[in-house]
Nanobody
Framework: QVQLVESGGGLVQAGGSLRLSCAAS????????MGWYRQAPGKQRELVAA???????NYADSVKGRLTISRENAKNTVYLQMNSLKPDDTAVYYC????????????WGQGTQVTVSS
């Protein structure tokens, strides 16, 4: 079984920064992708950023240049550095871990609230 524990959410003013962390524990498959998704009230959950165990990344267009995803494989931990935050970034952010290449195994964290005030 795999558990994902997120931390780092909170309230910040527009233009500010936050750093989210997600630590995975349990039996971690070597080929995987870890990522962050978010869900705002009344909206569908959407991908923010993801990074594979090999280091390949992809980002939503809306966050490119402002948010940066990274990971420490030895710690099974993924980070999301969020700079120049906007009110539209307000959402619950969820950590995700999935096996590659077919996402046969897929796990979610409990979510952490990020609120950006204008």
């Amino acid at each position: 079984q795999v558990q994902l524990v997120e931390s780092g959410g909170g309230l910040v003013q527009a233009g500010g920064s936050l750093r989210l962390s997600c630590a995975a524990s349990g039996t971690i498959f070597s080929a995987n992708a870890m990522g962050w998704y978010r869900q705002a009230p009344g909206k569908q959950r959407e991908l923010v950023a993801a990074i594979t165990s090999g280091g390949s990344t992809n980002y939503a267009d809306s966050v490119k240049g402002r948010l940066t995803i990274s990971r420490e494989n030895a710690k099974n931990t993924v980070y999301l550095q969020m700079n120049s935050l906007k009110p539209d970034d307000t959402a619950v952010y969820y950590c995700n871990l999935r096996s590659l290449p077919y996402s046969t195994l897929n796990y979610w964290g409990q979510g952490t609230q990020v609120t950006v005030s204008s």
